[in-house]
């Protein structure tokens, strides 16, 4: 017993101690031994006496339900099942096999002992009053290690769940591995691996995983580096740490933790991985959530990678090297030695402050969330963007070098001056975009905010979006000297103040839109042949015919696209469908038709940076025409009233968004005078003038960021002069087929519409001289009351072009 080595390598056994074991157990007195000669195989069966047994080289003994006492195996084969056994300790080159079998010893020794051996444990259970397992070599000059592989088994031990020396490899399967003693921890690895997955648990009384160093005595080429790795498992401290790295390191050969797949690390402590004086450890968190703090000891170093959307949450305290990538998250403080080094990539995010870091990379669409004010010796960015904490206080970043292409999101209270800062002490170099909090509230001063300053570099930096939208106006950034300046600009409105421009200069586009829908109703009744007049209306009414009355309906769809007075536009979209009926009127020489109609329409608005605007329009109308079929002259004259819902959402120039929605009434009117001149062959021309008018009722309303809204009556005056070009052609089967094409000149006449944005007003010109043309077509079969029509136009203009717009309608007369 003389060669035995303590802790912390009392688990190496040189192979002489294998006939020590064996001649005390042959010279006990109460305890019935039996030694297998070499190659012998021996199966035990039910009802047998347990025994203790020594298997020698090749030999093989099978335990097939039957229970023993303690057990050597030395190069031989223990392969047991059901069985119930004390102490096993294997050496040489042995081979344990349990399956559904129970190990109990009773002593400070280990339950299962394995030097230079191997086991394979399945659904089995190992308990001990010292460790349940210890897998350790010889210290020969040539180190094997043991090895075994425990699947959906428990492991209890009081002095410790279990220990793995160098050259030794644990796989630990679906099974729990725990140290119940008031001192004891969960597994200690000694140069060894542990392979643990499939939900398996290790608990431990101190710390759950507790590195210590290998044999005091071993070369160091006879150690190895430890390395635990966890896939969808746990490890447990119930007093103590998760892990804890309890040596001074080799040079080079720090400890290796691996966290996958939904594994967690639960700290009695607070602490997830405890790192001592001397030692060195790299821990990696691969889709897995963790809580608690890493700490390090002065003199100690770690290295923390999170990857694939990995969460901890927890302080680091003087770990050196920080890596967040792929989309994981770090919350809590950094705190380096002075020389630390943080990188964030990847979509990853970081939210805390730092300490002792010297340099830090932002890249790929990282993000540092700071909690309070922060200093770094170098500051990177590769698409990057670090946010200046919360809204609700005001931090500083102090980099001596800034350089690379990143973002800076900051708040700003430009009531009172107060900000957040970016002060570059020494240099700053390349593209940096500075993205400030916007709001509804207007400024009491509109005095210049200093939010930066960059004492040297040839670093560009620029708004996002171009401005800070601030209560009814833009802010735009100015670089004075050293300084970074936020100045009013009294010539562009807010995003806000555009979208109640835009809302309220529409509109007239809807009303005028849902008109056209009337414009060849006329053009239908002359075509089938049911123009009324007042002595058919008289015939009809006596014989009971129905020839001359009519239903029609038609469908329609706009595109536009509005520049507004301050260059910035939007794009509006209209679908609506309206439905109307008319009858003759029996009163003077030429023939008069009154109709009724309603619809309703949806115009939606593309506005700025994804602002977004809606237009819900119900409406009634009603037309009357005069028609003198003789010289061909026509009056058509349309009144309506609107009904518009209104729904406004704004992407400020922060990207926050903001919102509003009002009802309002309007009501239009409009005349349109022409003559029908009708050539040989069918051909046709119609020139025309028309007068539209409408207006709009103004209203009061708030954005919900505290944007005041109090837009007046929109008014609109349109004078349109057009000619039409046509043919009626006759078709062999008696059908009527009328092509036709219309070019005309519209001009809108009122420039000095208003709306107010916080008690500021803004001037809503819409005024523009448009060219437009239509081309249609129309269908009526020899024998029907019916006829279907088309029709698309394109219009440009100063400032609204109709990019594409189109009707589709079906008329009956009876």
Known sequence: MNNEIKNPSRFYKPVSMASCLSLLILTTGNVCARSLDPGETETVTPGSAPEAWYIPPAAVLNLNGADALEIEVGRGTLNAQSATTAQIDAFSGATVNLIDSTVVNTTTNAALSLLDSRATITT?????????????????????????????????????????????????????????????????????????SAASQIVGSIHGVEFQEDSMF???????????????????????????????????????????????????????????????????????KLAGDIDVAAGGSASVQLRN?????????????????????LTGNVQGTGAGVIALDQSAVFQGAVSGVSDMSVNRGAQWNMVGSNALTSLNMDAGSVRFGSSEAFNRLDVARLSGNGQFLMDTDLATGQTDFLNVTESATGSHQLLVAATGSEPV???????????????????????????AYAYKLMREGEGLFLQPDKET?????????????????VIYAEMTTLNTRLGDRRMTGNQPTAQSFDALDADGKKSSYGLWMRTYGNSYNVKNSYGDGYKQNQTGVSIGVDAPLPIGDGQWLIGAFGGYSKTDLNLKRGSAGSIDSVYLGSYLTWFDQQTGYYVDTVAKINRFNNDVKV????????????DNIGVSASVEVGKHIVFNRGYFIEPSVQVGAAIVEGKDYALDNGLEITSDETRSLLGNVGLAVGREIVLDDGSKLQPRLRAAVTHEFINNNRISANGSDFKNDLSSTNVALTGGLNYAPAAGNWQIYAEVGTSRGTTVDQEIGGNLGVSFNF
């Open 651 to 662: 992407s400020m120039s922060d990207g926050t968004q903001t919102k509003a929605d009002f």
């Open 309 to 329: 959307s990995a969460n901890l949450v927890g302080n680091l305290i003087n770990v050196d090297s920080v890596t967040v990538d792929s989309k994981s998250l």
């Open 124 to 196: 089995s259970s190992l308990n001990s009053q010292g460790y349940a397992l210890t897998l350790a070599r010889d210290l020969r000059p040539v180190s094997i290690g043991s090895s075994a592989t425990i699947t959906n088994s428990t492991l209890t031990g009081e002095l410790g769940g279990g220990a793995v020396t160098s050259f030794s490899s644990l796989n630990l399967i679906g099974s729990r591995l725990e140290g119940t003693g008031t001192l004891a921890n969960g597994l200690e690895l000694a140069g060894g691996h542990a392979n643990v």
């Open 445 to 471: 001063t509109g005095a210049p905010v200093m939010i930066g300053n960059i004492a040297a570099g040839d670093a560009v930096f620029t708004l996002q979006n171009g401005q800070v939208d601030v209560g």
């Open 218 to 288: 071993a070369p160091t080429e006879f150690t190895a580096q430890s390395h635990l790795t966890l896939d969808n498992s746990s490890v447990q401290g119930r007093t103590g740490a998760a892990i804890r790295v309890d040596f001074a390191t080799p040079a080079g050969q720090a400890v290796l933790i691996d966290v996958l797949n939904g594994s967690s690390l639960i700290g009695g402590n607070g602490h997830l991985l405890e790192v001592v004086d001397g030692a060195a450890a790299r821990l990696q968190v691969d889709n897995s």
């Open 493 to 509: 409105p807010s995003t806000g103040t555009q979208s109640a421009l835009a809302i309220a200069g529409t509109a007239p586009t």
